[in-house]
């Protein structure tokens, strides 16, 4: 190891507790120890330990209560935990896996069952930071340019237009400044929706990371999922004017298991990308139906479409092209369909062939 590794052991009798620490740092790990659930707590958020090893059974907080306040707290909420326990049935695991333990050691243990644990949690958290800030690499490389060029037009127009009205409003008139105002609120507006989809896409990677928010957000399903693709719908017809592209096909629907604006966020998506890269006076079907088990919305339209190799590199940050030309945006759209049905259990299915269309299919799990 590179770096001392920092263990915190929580676990109220003596001699276990002192067995523990004597054999980990052997292995040149840095222990600390509490004596009970609420001074382990308090010895966690202080010292941020790289892993924490916690009997169930203990005065002031049990187990089960340290290991839920600290998946509360942003700064132990995904550091790894084992649980120390002579309890070992089925129940047992299952209530501390449900609350974000990463492992059991059953006693009595030996010395290399306690190492075995101990490296295998260190080593599988080490990989998962090491990724962890490779996407973020990723995303910072990434993010620079596409951003740096969509939000420049709008962000022209903003200054350059109110630049403009500031210094010649006394010899314009009325009719044209209303129209350079106009222009203004338009793209003050479309920044504004880069801006919330770059929010939403990197609330969502929190979300997919935390255990705490993902669950919350699991249980504020949409009681009736209609509502949300029908004001999807509706606002984009209108803003792209394609009231009359589109057919429509929208069956009774269950409650869903995602929350109403994110299902309109994930219906909305998907429509805008279809009338974004279909010329007008094509047809833009959208189907959508519920079965006891899943609710199902097929988008599909008959524009650009894309190849195998666009689909596989389609991501944050990049943007779709067609015969070398860039089309416009940062390819958010679709990366958040994707990390929003993922989140919820969902899958996503595209079928594209360049110069003929692409469809859409999203299967979304019911409560």
Excluded: W
């Excluded at 690499?137 to 022209?156: A, S, Y």
């Excluded at 969502?204 to 249980?219: G, H, M, V, W």
């Amino acid at each position: 190891m590179n770096t001392i590794k920092k263990i915190l052991v929580i676990e109220d009798t003596e001699d276990v507790r002192n067995n523990i620490k004597e054999i980990l740092e052997t292995e040149d790990y840095e222990v600390s120890t509490a004596e009970n659930g609420k001074i382990g707590v308090d010895v966690a958020l202080a010292n941020t330990p790289d892993l924490i090893i916690c009997d169930i059974m203990m005065p002031e907080l049990d187990g089960y209560e340290v290991l839920e306040r600290l998946r509360k707290d942003i700064r132990t909420a995904t550091t790894p935990f084992i649980f120390l326990t002579a309890k070992n049935t089925r129940e047992d695991h299952r209530r501390g896996m449900a609350l974000g333990a990463d492992d059991y050691i059953a006693k009595p243990f030996t010395i290399d069952e306690l190492i075995n644990a101990v490296e295998a949690r260190i080593n599988r958290a080490h990989e998962f930071k090491q990724k962890s800030e490779e996407k973020l690499n990723e995303l910072t490389r990434n993010m620079g340019t596409p951003i740096t060029r969509v939000i420049q037009e709008p962000l022209k127009a903003v200054i350059g237009f109110s630049q403009l009205v500031m210094t010649e409003y006394a010899n314009m008139e009325k009719p044209e400044i209303a129209e350079f105002m106009s222009l203004i609120f338009k793209a003050g507006l479309k920044l504004n929706g880069i801006v919330h989809k770059t929010l939403l896409y990197y609330q969502l990677e929190a979300a997919i990371f935390n255990p705490t928010t993902s669950d919350l957000l699991k249980k504020q399903g949409a009681s009736d999922s209609h509502p949300a693709i029908q004001d999807a719908i509706n606002e984009l017809a209108q803003r792209y004017g394609r009231q009359a592209d589109l057919q429509l096909h929208l069956e009774a629907h269950n409650a869903v298991k995602i929350p109403f604006d994110l299902l309109k966020t994930l219906v909305s998506e998907v429509i805008e990308n279809a009338m974004l890269y279909s010329p007008k006076r094509t047809p833009i079907k959208v189907i959508s139906g519920s079965d006891q088990e899943k609710t199902v919305i097929t988008v599909a339209d008959e524009g650009l479409g894309m190849s195998d190799e666009q689909i596989s590199k389609t991501g944050a940050f990049s943007t779709l092209s067609t015969d070398g030309q860039e089309a416009e945006g940062v390819g958010l759209g679709l990366t958040i369909t994707r990390k929003i049905v993922d989140l919820f259990g969902g899958s996503l299915s595209i079928r594209s062939t360049p110069g003929i269309g692409t469809t859409v299919r999203i299967n979304i799990p019911n409560i």
